[in-house]
C-alpha cells in the first residue's frame, strides 16, 4: 500500500493560505484549539490522510458506525485577509519515520495550494498548575519572533528547553529547510495532567486578533473558566491539607 | 524479499464472496469462530500469506514437522447465498505498519474475487466473568448497523471506547475507505483471560443465521457449557471465600 | 545503502552443498557447533554479509584492529560426499523484518551454489542443568522426520512448544515455502544459562556420521567434560544446602 | 521524503581531506572535541544534514528561533597538511538502520571530496573518576595501531569489551568495508556520569600533535581543570563520609 493515502473530498482555490496545526499532544491544547477554530469557521473539509504510520486502529461513532483513523485537512475563506487551512488528527505518527513523513506529506500538499506561512498549536507542560497561563512561542526567524511580541507572545531564551518533539516542530522544521516556509509555534501553558481547554482560550485569543477573525471565543471561555474552578478548588484542598499536616507538627 | 508471499494454491471461481476474518486476539475469540466454521463447512485452503511483518518463527505439527508462521484464506462454495472466504492465520502482523500492510494485501485478493462485504470476528474484553455474552457490533455504515440490529447484535453508543485494535479494525476501515466495501465486526463479550469458545458460540449463532448456513454447532456448545461450567465454579469459591471474610469481620 | 551488502571473496565450484547453520541464540550451541566445525575442517570463507539489519557496532581484535559485524560463509569440499556450507556470525538480525531479509538473501546466495538441503544448529534452553543432553529435531518433512530418527535425533509431538525462533527455524520455513529445500533443525538440549559446549558436543557427534566427517571431536569433548564437571559440582552444592535447610527445620 | 536530506551549503575543493568525527555519546566526549576544533580552526560549514533518522524535533536558539535537529560537515583548509571535514550534529541516528544509513552517506559524502582517512571521537565509559584520563584506540589496520601508539593512544588487547557502538565504530566499519578507507578511532576514558571536557582535552592533544594544528587549546585545558577541581572535591567528600561511617562502626 502508499504509506500515506491521500483522498481529496474537494480542490478549493485558495488565497495564500496560512497553515494552522492542532494535533493530539500535551494537555490537547493544540488539538482543541485547532478544532473549536474550525467549528466556529465553519471551515470545510478537502483532505482526508489515512497512513501505515497511525494506529492499526478504528474509532467509534455514537451511532455505531466506526471510521478509521486519520489526519484531516479544512480550508477557511476568510473575507478579512488570508485563507487558513486547519490541520486536526485523531493522532501523530506513530514513530520518528511516520513524524517526518506525515508532516513532509502536509506540507507537500499545502505547497500545492499556495501556503508559505505556518502556525502550530501546542501545550508547553510545566507539571503545576497555572493561574494564567502564558503563551509561549518559538519562530523559524526573528522578524516573526518580534512580531508576534506584539501580540503577548512570550519568548524565553531557555525555554522549551527539550525544543518541541512532534508536529509542532517539524513542520516548521521541515516547512523552512524543505519548503521555505516561515511560521511561527505557539504553546499554551499548562500542567499537562488533562485536557486544556483554559489554555486553548489563551492560544484562540491571539489567533483571533492576529487574522482578525469573526470568531465567537465565549464558548472555550466558559470551558477555560471551569478549569479555573476545578484547580482553584484543587489549590485550596492542597493548602487546607499542608495546614492540618503544620498544626499536626505544632499540636 | 518481497514483503509479503502470496502463494495460491488454487484460483477458485466466486460468487460475491463475504470475507469472514478470525485472527488471533482478545480471548482468541475471532480466531476459535472462524476455524470452527472454516473446519464445519469443510472449506478449501486457497491462498498461503508468509510475511516479514510476521514473527520470524516456525511451528510444529505434532509429528515432527515444522511451518512458517502464515496467514490462510479458505473459501466455501455456499449453496444457498453468497459464497465465504474465511480468513484464518497463527498470528497478525507484528507492528502498525504490518498490520496495514498485510490487511491492505487481504483486501487486494479478495477483491480479485469479488468481495464488497466484509465480515471480522473478535473478543471485547470486559475484565470479568459473563453469564451470558452479548455480541457487540460496530459497521462501516448506518444501514448495516440496522440491519444486524435484527440478529441481536449490541450496538453501543459508548463500546469499546478505545475503538478496534487490529486486522478486525483495519480490514473494515481501510475495506471502506480504499476498496468501497461495507462491512461489520462482531465482538463477543469476554473477560480476555483465557480462550473462550463461550463467546465465539455466540458469534457463530448469528453467522449461522445471517448466511443461512448448514452448519453443526453442537460441539462448540459443548465447548461453550464447560467454559460455563468451570466460570460457574470460580464465581462460587469467589462468593465462600468473600462469605468468610465477612464472617471474620463479624466473629 | 544496500540493505545487505555481500562482499564475494571466491566463488567456488561446488557439489550440491548442504548448508549448516550456527548462529549465536540460546546457550549459543549452535554458535558453538557450526565454528568448531569450520575450523576443525579447516573450511574457506568466500563470502562476507554486511547489513543495517545487523547492529550498528564494530568488533575488536586482541590486536587493537577492528570490525565491523557481519555474518560469513564457509565451504568444505568433502571427499566422502555432497560439500558443506558453513553459515557463522556475529549476531542475528536484530527485528522481525532484519530477521527475514537475512535468511532470506543467505537462501539466494545458496541457491546458486546448488544448495536444496539445510541443517540448522541450535539450542533448545529448559532452564535445567543436563546430564546427558538430548538433540531434538524438527524437519521440513516427514521422509526427513525419519532418517533423522536413525541417527538419535529425538522427535516430540509437544517440543519445542513455542516453535523455533530466529534464523534457524526461518531458515528452513523460508528454504521450503520460497526455495523449494528441505532441511533439518538440530536442537540440543540445554539449561540456556552460558555457553554450552556439551550440548554443541552431542550436535557434532551426529553431524560428523550423518555426513561421514573426517573431523576430530576430542577437543569439544574435554570442553564438554569441563562444563559436565562444573555442573556436578554446583549439583552438589545445591543438595548440601538444601540437607542444611532440612536440618534447620527439624534441629 | 527522502530519508537523508543533503543541504550544500558550498562545495569546497579539498586537499585529501581527513573526516573527523564527534557526535553525541558517551561523556558527550567526541561531541565536546569535534566542536572545540571546529570553532577553533574557524571551520567552514559547507553540508547540513536532515534525516528521518534523527528524532522528530526542533530546537531552540537563544532568540526565540528554531531549527530542525541536524548534522553538519565543517572544512578546515589546513595549510601545514592535509585538510579536514569536521562532523559534528544534535543526535546520532535512533535505529539501527537510522545509523547505518547515516554514517553510509556521511562516506559517501566524503568520498566525493577526497577522503580516505577517518579519525572517530568518543568516551570510553569506565563508570569511575579518572585522575588523567587515558585515549584508548581501535584502528582499521595494524600499520595504524602502531603509528598511533606513537602519539600515547593506548591500545588494549581486551578493550573495549563490548566493541564500538554507534557512527564512531560504524564510520570505520563501513568506511573500511565499502569505500576502502582506513583509519582510527579515538575514546577519552570518561566516568560516563557527565559531559567530560577532561577527556576531550586528552583527545585534542593527540588531534593537535598528529595533524600539526595551529590550535590554541588552553580554554579546553581550563575547562579540563574545573572538572578536576570537582572530581576531587567529590572523592574527598566520599572519603570523609567513609571515614564518619568508619568511625561509628568503632564508636
Given at each position: 500500500m502508499e504509506p500515506i493515502i491521500v483522498k481529496y473530498v474537494e480542490k478549493p482555490e485558495l488565497n495564500k493560505p496560512v497553515l494552522i496545526e492542532g494535533l493530539?499532544?500535551?494537555?490537547n491544547v493544540g488539538k482543541i484549539s485547532a478544532e473549536y477554530l474550525k467549528d466556529k469557521l465553519n471551515a470545510k473539509l478537502f483532505v482526508e490522510i489515512y497512513s501505515?504510520?497511525?494506529?492499526p486502529q478504528v474509532l467509534m461513532r455514537p451511532d455505531g458506525t466506526l471510521y478509521l483513523v486519520k489526519n484531516e485537512l479544512y480550508y477557511y475563506k476568510n473575507p478579512k485577509g488570508r485563507d487558513l487551512i486547519i490541520l486536526v488528527g485523531d493522532?501523530?505518527?506513530?514513530?520518528s519515520e511516520g513524524q517526518y513523513e506525515l508532516s513532509y506529506k502536509v506540507l507537500e500538499i499545502v505547497k500545492e495550494f499556495g501556503t508559505d506561512m505556518i502556525f502550530t498549536l501546542g501545550g508547553y507542560g510545566t507539571g503545576q498548575l497555572v493561574e494564567v497561563p502564558r503563551v509561549f512561542g518559538a519562530a523559524t526567524n526573528l522578524e516573526l519572533v518580534e512580531n508576534m511580541k506584539k501580540y503577548s507572545v512570550y519568548f524565553s531564551p531557555?525555554?522549551?528547553?527539550?525544543g518541541i518533539v512532534g508536529a509542532a516542530g517539524l513542520l516548521l522544521g521541515l516547512g523552512s529547510v524543505v519548503f521555505g516556509m516561515q511560521g511561527v509555534c505557539l504553546m499554551g501553558e499548562t500542567s499537562g495532567y488533562f485536557s486544556d481547554p483554559k489554555s486553548s482560550f489563551e492560544i484562540l485569543k491571539i489567533i483571533k486578533q492576529y487574522f482578525n477573525l469573526d470568531i465567537d471565543l465565549s464558548e472555550i471561555e466558559l470551558r477555560s473558566k471551569e478549569i479555573t474552578e476545578i484547580t482553584t478548588q484543587l489549590k485550596e484542598e492542597q493548602k487546607n491539607e499542608e495546614r492540618k499536616e503544620d498544626l499536626g507538627y505544632i499540636g
Open positions: 493530539p499532544g500535551v494537555g501505515k504510520y497511525l494506529p493522532y501523530q505518527g506513530m514513530s531557555s525555554d522549551p528547553a527539550g
